[in-house]
Structure formats: structure tokens, C-alpha cells
């Protein structure tokens, strides 16, 4: 497969891919995805005492961006509920080389070594082969305006998706979050659930995709990498629980509903998102 080239070049500049692997689920993983070689280095067994700190900084990145959405995770959910069963993948930097910002959200001391992780995408094998549930998706781009790493996340993800060498994704996440925009670049997404009273935010909608080489590149935000997808029959506001409740109602009766797109921004908080049955 021939690499991946994100619109956003920085991505390929001085971020360095790295993966958190049980020496069991390693041979099951594709450490060259779209042939970039992961450095034995940045390999990362987390049952060795040695990955500690990088775990930690994982752990930071975690609390800046989950944080902030009121859902941050203990260590102990990243061991039991990540490391072991599934894996972590994601884009660092030589702590040397980081910005005076991003030292100080890591709370760096002056001779900080190692890697510092920017992103970070965390999936959990199914029952079905080559299914995989994304647990976890998170970026510091947002917050490192100056560092121009736009497209981060989505970069992050389409490399874990093929280290995890995944055919098909389920995830969940909230009808408002940002996080669409980079998921719909996976092509429609299947609604399993549009109201999900089992989340702790019930507005959480439950999704599944097939992933192919196409979804992936288009996901890595190749220029010209477009996928077919339906036209929209309704743009369903994330504020619009009676709606949610309503397609859920559907679902629950047999009908098949998907995501068709990205979703219309209207401010920070709100958004307005593509949907047809099929
Ligand atoms: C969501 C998150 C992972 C995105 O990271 P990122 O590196 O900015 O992602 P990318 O640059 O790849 O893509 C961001 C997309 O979101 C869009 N976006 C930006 N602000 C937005 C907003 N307020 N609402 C909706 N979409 C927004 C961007 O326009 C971009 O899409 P586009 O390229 O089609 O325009 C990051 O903000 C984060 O870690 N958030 C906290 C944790 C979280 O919510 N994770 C998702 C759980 S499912």
C-alpha cells in the first residue's frame, strides 16, 4: 500500500507514530501501516515497568481532552479496559522538540526526555473478526493552535485503524461533538443506536462502518479522496432529543438509518447532522 499523504504535510514532519502493545496482541498488528515503519523504540509494552512515564503523559493527554468533557479515565480503565484487550496508536514528539505550550500542559521539567504523545486513538477487538470498537480518540491540535497540526486526529485514526488491521468500526459518541466530522470522513455511518439511555449521556448515538483502503485515505484527509455516500433526508439538530428518541424508536423496530456526512456547524456547541435511511 503506498503511504498515506494527508492534505496537512506538518502531520508527516517530525511526528513520530508510536503504539502501545501486549507482547500477546503484537504479532496480530500491523506495526508498518501504509508503509511507515513504527521504530522498535516507540513500541510501548505496558505490562513493563519501563513505559511508565510515556503511560502517564498518555494519561495527561487524556485528562486535557477528556477533561474537559467531564469524561477523563483512571489509569486503571487504560490498563484493563485498553492496553490489555485492544491497543493504543498515536503521533508524538521528542519532548526536546516540543513548544513552550505543550511543555507546559505536560508540566515538563527543563531536561524532560522521551516521547510526548499529541494524539491518541484507543480500540477494542469484538467477538466479530477484524471489528473493532474505538474506545478512545483524542488530539491536542486544538489546543496547539501554532503547532498547525489540523487534521490530527482524523491522521491518528486512519494510522490506527490499519495498525489494528480493522475491517469494520463501531464506536459511540455524542450528536454534538466534534468528533463527526472526523469519523463521517470514514464514509455513512450506520446508526445502531440514535438514543442511548446505556451511556451516561443518553444523546450518544452508536455507530458502525466498514473500513476499506478507500475510507481510510479519505479519513487521512487525502485531497482527492472522496467516497460515495447518500443524500441527506434530514439534518437532525443536537439539541433535538425528540428526534434522537424517535429514529431510536425506528431503529428498535428494524428501519436502518445512517450518517451520511459531516455535520453543519452552527457555533462551538451545536451542530446539525446529515441523516437518510437506507
Ligand atoms: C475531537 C478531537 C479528537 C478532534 O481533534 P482534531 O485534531 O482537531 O481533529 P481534526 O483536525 O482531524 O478534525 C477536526 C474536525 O472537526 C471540525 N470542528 C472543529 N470545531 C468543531 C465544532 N465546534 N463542532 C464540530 N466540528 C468541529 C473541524 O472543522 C474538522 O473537520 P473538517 O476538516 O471537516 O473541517 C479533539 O478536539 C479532542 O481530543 N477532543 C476531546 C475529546 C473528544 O471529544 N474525543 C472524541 C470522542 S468520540
Known amino acids: 500500500m503506498s ?3 494527508p492534505e496537512n504535510s506538518n502531520l508527516l514532519q517530525g511526528l513520530l507514530p508510536y503504539v502501545v502493545v501486549t507482547p500477546e496482541n503484537r504479532p496480530h498488528f500491523d506495526l508498518a501501516p501504509f508503509g511507515l515503519a513504527i521504530a522498535e523504540a516507540h513500541v510501548i509494552d505496558p505490562l513493563h515497568t519501563g513505559s511508565a512515564p510515556f503511560l502517564e503523559r498518555l494519561e495527561t493527554l487524556d485528562g486535557a481532552t477528556f477533561g474537559p468533557e467531564g469524561m477523563p479515565m ?5 490498563f484493563d ?32 526526555a522521551g516521547l510526548v504523545p499529541l494524539s491518541m486513538f484507543i480500540a477494542i477487538p469484538t467477538f466479530e473478526p477484524g471489528e473493532w470498537m474505538g474506545h478512545n480518540l483524542a488530539s491536542l491540535g486544538p489546543m496547539l493552535p501554532d ?14 485503524l490499519a ?15 466534534t468528533a463527526l466530522a472526523v469519523h463521517t470522513r470514514l464514509g455513512p455511518l450506520e446508526l445502531l443506536s440514535a438514543w442511548t439511555p446505556a451511556h451516561s449521556e443518553p444523546w450518544s ?9 478507500a475510507a481510510l485515505r479519505s479519513l487521512a484527509r487525502e485531497p482527492e479522496a472522496e467516497l460515495p455516500r447518500p443524500e441527506p ?20 423496530a428494524g428501519a436502518r438509518y445512517v450518517i451520511t456526512g459531516r455535520p453543519r456547524i452552527l457555533d462551538h456547541e451545536h451542530l446539525e447532522v446529515p441523516v437518510a435511511r437506507v
Open 163 to 177: 495498525v489494528f488491521r480493522a475491517r469494520k468500526q463501531i464506536g459511540v459518541t455524542q450528536w454534538n461533538s
Open 74 to 78: 483512571p489509569r486503571w480503565v487504560f
Open 233 to 252: 433526508e434530514r439534518w437532525v439538530h443536537s439539541d433535538d432529543h425528540a428526534t434522537m428518541k424517535a429514529l431510536q424508536v425506528e431503529i428498535e
Open 205 to 213: 448515538l452508536t455507530y458502525r462502518v466498514t473500513i476499506t483502503e
Open 147 to 160: 503547532a498547525g497540526l489540523k487534521g490530527l486526529a482524523s491522521y491518528t485514526k486512519a494510522l490506527g
Open 3 to 5: 503511504p498515506l499523504r
Open 81 to 112: 479496559g485498553a492496553e490489555l484487550p485492544g491497543g493504543i496508536v498515536g503521533l508524538a514528539r521528542p519532548a526536546e522538540n516540543l513548544s513552550a505550550r505543550a511543555r507546559t500542559l505536560f508540566k515538563l521539567p527543563t531536561d524532560a
